[in-house]
């Protein structure tokens, strides 16, 4: 990190996703890193790319919150994974989206409109556009004040979250447990907490409709097959 000097760090995270990232894929965005004038840490995991630059740095793991926190941290390309959105917000680090599933294009979607950064396809991007969204979110400033924006919103508490734990803590036992803050599932019996007879109840109302549909269907084949017989026999 504090090689980088005054151009800064990129920090590359795609969570789960980095385990099934296929070879084509890693390469293209290692081609794409590579033309960065920043140093690059990429959370991967697999063969290294061969056209990887001399920028890029690979881990299996990286201590990602403490990298965000950094000051030499210029962006973070992310998959948009909660815990990924959050720590990101909270250091107030601009992002280069790129959303894969799940909740991932949600949260990307809602960054949007924040203006903290720019989004990306996984699936159809190329190098030339990680290049270009990689320069966009580091040399325009309005992406960088928009992230720090939100850091001080989110850091505007009246306690840390330390201290918060600690009096909630002193709370329950100057109180004696209480017990009016736990859950009352733990009163339902097995049957009430697993909704075990809504289950069985909407398996009997599906087995009712399966047998009255094949009792329609057995009188539907009898009387197809009454007329057929009884015109037969006309016939004959």
Known sequence: MEASGDSGVV??????????????KAEMLAAGLARVPFKVIWTFQGQRPKNTGENTL????????DLLAHPKTRL?????GINAVYEAMFHGVPM??????????????????????VTLDIFTMT??????AIMEVAN???????????????????????DRAVWWIEHVIRHGGLPHLKSAARHLSLLQYHL????????????????????????CCR???????????KQQ
Not at 208 to 215: E, F, G, H
């Open 11 to 24: 920090v590359l995270s795609f969570g789960s996703y980095a385990k099934v990232m296929g070879k084509r």
């Open 58 to 65: 690979l881990m299996k793991w990286i201590p990602q919150n």
């Open 76 to 80: 973070f390309i992310t998959h948009c």
């Open 96 to 117: 280069v989206r790129v959303p894969a599933f799940a909740e991932q294009h949600g949260n990307s979607d809602n960054l949007e409109t924040l203006g903290t950064g």
């Open 127 to 132: 190098s030339d556009d990680l290049y270009e």
């Open 140 to 162: 325009n400033k309005t992406y960088k004040s928009a992230a720090v924006r939100l850091a001080q919103l989110q850091r505007d508490q009246p306690q840390s979250p330390m």
């Open 196 to 219: 075990l007879d809504v289950a069985a109840l909407l398996c009997g109302v599906v087995v009712a409709m399966l047998l009255v549909l094949w009792l329609c269907c057995r009188c």
């Open 223 to 233: 009387v197809l097959c009454g007329k057929k017989t009884a015109a037969k026999q």
